[in-house]
């Protein structure tokens, strides 16, 4: 099971739920291969150490340890492998050769040698189905050597005689089982990951969404305070003293296209670096890490490293050849970052890499270029690879939001470099109990699976074959039918999804403990734990499902009950041999220590799922971080992109000398742009009527100018869309803009219209040929009508939209 081993992380990050298993199944998953492996190891030590027992009086117990040894030691290497792994072709030898040493051995190993054997080959062959359950046909594989392994054991040890089919058939149904009951539990745990998925994505998006608002807030808060500041200071200014006035503008203009998030939010870059994906299954890279720590930086550089990386350690995987990288990174002084991704691979030429190839220039180059980093890449055939980022942090002046200092306003959107507490409250508690109920139910659903199969399958078959060894036998059969009451009554419960109650618990194992006393007391004590004590390796399973949300020590507790019964009645006939104590022991061990191991497993779903919850909650909080970053970049630009052609060729003007604020031309155009700032901020307002709101904002600015405006509506306002609303305001700020006296403005709405008109009087019909060509433009795809006329020094203008109308443009009178 190397694709989600010991050492990799959450690859999830990059890629969709349906790619790769969610946190509570790969850690279900890596769980359930050390279990097995642990559990085959103690089977394997504990068995064979009571089979050399046996063996000691037959005079083979060298021979024997001979082979069990060299078993536990491939054993103790498949353990090794959990942390570090090995390829597919060395595991399955280990695998392989511990089923044959343990069936060789099967011939020196003296009296109940086939019990023994059988044992271990059983436990193994079910611990492989989850050692491999990433590749099911390797674990089944196993299973068909350990039949074979074990049917040579027998051939062995009797000569003459073939291999029992009984035993073979009994490794084959524990082999269906186990793996049924491996694919009813990951089956629980992969619909907890993708509800969970799916309640993270709508947390993520409430949160994004209002991570966006919050950012717009602070950025209409820096451009008030800024540019809409300054250009209404110059509109209403004449004569002042203006030398401080190009320095404004630069610092305005900074304020304006400082990216979002990136100088106010810091990460720890060595907790980032530490998540970074290793890949999956043969891909996977075996990554050394020498990171300091902590190394703190603003969250986009960050996050263009971490993603580098990323990029870089999947190049690894694909094109190197090895599977072996190291990791470096390290603090600079004045607050820099260095990380190092090394490899010894067959390398390449930089310079030769075809331009359509996007991993190093987009992914790795790219990312931290646009965050004013830098990237080197020193390779070269057969001499492997050194890619290396660089963060000058020295460079940039790391403030807080709403600080003022010599690098401008760069409290733009600070607030956005950090998603928002979830409105939905924190996510882990809820996903904990989510996956743990999801786990338990699955664990309950497999041991009833279980318990049912063996039931009608096993244990039926020994009941009625042996009715004359029982005294007497209805008791036998009235407990084997109270267990299939306790059965059906607690399946009744768990195939509807529900909990078993309480009542419902205590009664169910007030029977299977009366059930254990009636099979110790009514066969021959010398039969317990053998073919005829149909109950000894059953009731454990009952037990599980009844008790597998409990705690572990309620399930231990019965087990040692159940097992007490068996050894008490033993003891009172007499002191066992040692031959039969001995097989008496691999009886308890392999049915009673697999269901007690099976029960602590189950207690550890309980610290799993703690575990899971909090590596989706680490993985939610990455995916809400990149997926913030790349939607506040994008409403940066796109709101960068909407000043380019007003706001910011005034304020360059301004900052360079390009225009001169005492030219009246130019404090006209500075009071049309803060008119149309002024209405943008109050495009968030929420009022009964958005648009005599706005056209209010921008009759506030011009009144500031000694303007007298009258503002008149008539009709019932109704619904505009905000995209319609900026194109009726915008010729009506614009003339307002050139007024010098008087001018009037009306609103009419009608049933499926609105028309917005200003007649302004003594105007300068100063306007730019191109910036009206612009503003035609913007209305036809609005579908906004304007109509303008002049008389004289007179301006009239009217701008109108129509549900659902087609649009026409008008040459202007």
């Not at 003022?404 to 882990?428: D, F, K, Y």
């Not at 097989?583 to 061990?589: E, F, I, L, N």
Request: proline residues 5%; contains cysteine; positive net charge.
């Amino acid at each position: 099971m190397r694709d989600w081993g010991h050492g990799e992380r959450t690859r999830a990050i990059a890629t969709t739920p349906k790619e790769v298993p969610g946190a509570g199944e790969r850690l279900l998953v890596r769980t359930l291969e050390r279990y097995g492996v642990w559990l085959r190891l103690t089977v394997a030590g504990v068995c064979g150490a009571l089979g050399v027992v046996s063996a000691g009086a037959a005079g083979t117990a060298p021979a024997a340890t001979c082979l069990l040894l060299p078993a536990l030691l491939a054993c103790g290497l498949s353990l090794r492998s959990l942390h570090r792994p090995l390829s597919l072709a060395p595991r399955w030898a280990l695998d392989a050769a511990f089923l044959i040493l343990i069936g060789l051995s099967q011939p020196l190993l003296g009296d109940g040698a086939d019990l023994t054997v059988e044992a271990i080959t059983g436990i193994a062959v079910i611990s492989f189905q989850h050692e491999w359950a990433t590749r099911p046909a390797v674990g089944l594989a196993l299973a068909g050597l350990g039949a074979a392994a074990s049917a040579l054991g027998d051939v062995l040890s009797s000569p003459g005689h073939g291999p029992e089919a009984a035993p073979l058939m009994a490794m084959l149904v524990e082999v269906s089982l186990s793996r049924a009951a491996h694919v009813i539990v990951r089956s629980r745990a992969g619909a907890a990951d993708r509800s969970a998925a799916s309640r993270a994505a709508s947390r993520r998006e409430a949160d994004v969404a209002a991570a966006r608002r919050a950012t717009e807030r602070e950025y209409l808060a820096t451009l008030h305070d800024t540019a809409a500041a300054t250009l209404l200071m110059v509109s209403q200014g004449e004569g002042r003293d203006w030398s401080w006035l190009p320095l404004r503008a630069r610092q305005d203009l900074e304020a304006l296209s400082a990216l979002p998030g990136f100088e106010t939010e810091n990460v720890d870059l060595a907790a980032l670096l530490d998540c970074v994906p290793r890949g999956v299954g043969r891909a996977a890279v075996r990554l050394e890490s020498r990171v300091d720590s902590p190394l703190t930086i603003p969250s986009g550089p960050g996050l263009a490293i971490f993603n580098g990386v990323r990029e870089a350690v999947t190049n690894v995987a694909r094109h190197s050849g090895v599977r072996d990288a190291e990791l470096r990174a390290w603090a600079t002084e004045g607050g820099g970052v260095v990380v190092e991704l090394s490899d010894s691979g067959r390398g390449f030429v930089p310079k030769a890499v075809p331009a359509r190839r996007r991993g190093l220039s987009g992914s790795v180059v790219g990312r931290m270029q646009a965050v004013g980093g830098s990237v080197s890449i020193t390779s070269c055939p057969g001499a492997g690879t050194r890619v290396r980022w660089q963060w000058p942090g020295g460079s940039r002046d790391v403030r807080t939001p709403g600080t003022r200092g010599p690098s401008g306003a760069r409290r733009a959107v600070g607030a956005a470099g950090s998603p928002p507490r979830s409105a939905t409250g924190p996510p882990p508690r809820g996903v904990v109990r989510f996956l743990r109920g999801q786990l338990l139910h699955g664990a309950q659903l497999a041991a009833l699976l279980i318990s049912l199969a063996a039931q009608f399958g096993l244990s039926l078959q020994q009941l009625t074959a042996y009715q004359g060894v029982y005294r007497p036998s209805w008791a036998q059969t009235a407990a084997y039918v109270c267990l299939v009451a306790v059965a059906a009554v607690a399946a009744l419960h768990l195939l509807r999804g529900r909990r078993i109650p309480p009542v419902v618990r205590r009664w169910g194992v007030g029977v299977l403990l009366a059930v254990s006393a009636v099979c110790a007391f009514t066969i021959a004590p010398e039969r317990l734990t053998g073919a005829q004590d149909w109950a000894f390796g059953l009731l454990g399973w009952h037990a599980l499902y009844l008790l597998a949300d409990q705690p572990v020590r309620l399930f231990a507790a019965f087990l040692g009950a159940h097992v007490g019964l068996t050894v008490l009645v033993v003891l009172l006939a007499g002191a066992p041999t040692v031959a039969r104590s001995a097989a008496m022991g691999v009886a308890t061990v392999s049915d009673i220590g697999f269901q007690l191991s099976v029960g602590v497993l189950v207690g550890l779903f309980h610290r799993l799922a703690s575990t899971a919850g909090d590596e989706a909650l680490r993985e939610e909080e990455l995916r809400t971080r990149e997926r913030l970053h790349e939607e506040t970049q994008r409403d940066h630009r796109e709101r960068y992109r909407a000043l380019t052609a007003t706001t910011v060729p005034l304020l360059v003007g301004l900052g360079h000398d390009a225009l001169n604020p005492h030219d009246k031309a130019v404090r006209r155009r500075c009071g049309v742009e803060a008119a149309r700032l002024r209405r943008l901020f109050a495009e968030g307002d929420a009022v009964p009527d958005p648009l005599l709101n706005e056209l209010r904002a921008c009759v506030e600015v011009i009144e500031h100018q000694g303007v007298t405006v009258s503002l008149a509506v008539r009709g019932r306002p109704g619904e505009v869309p905000v995209e319609v609303r900026r194109e009726l305001v915008d010729p009506v700020a614009v003339v307002l803009g050139r007024v010098r006296s008087t001018a009037r403005v009306t609103v009419v709405w009608t049933s499926r219209a609105v028309h917005v008109s200003v007649v302004g009087e003594d105007g300068d019909d100063g306007c730019d040929p191109a910036e009206a060509a612009r503003a035609r433009g913007r209305a036809a795809e609005a579908e906004v009508t304007v109509v303008r006329t002049t008389r004289g020094a007179d301006v009239w203008v009217t701008a109108g939209w129509q549900r659902q109308a087609r649009v026409r443009e008008l040459t202007p009178t």
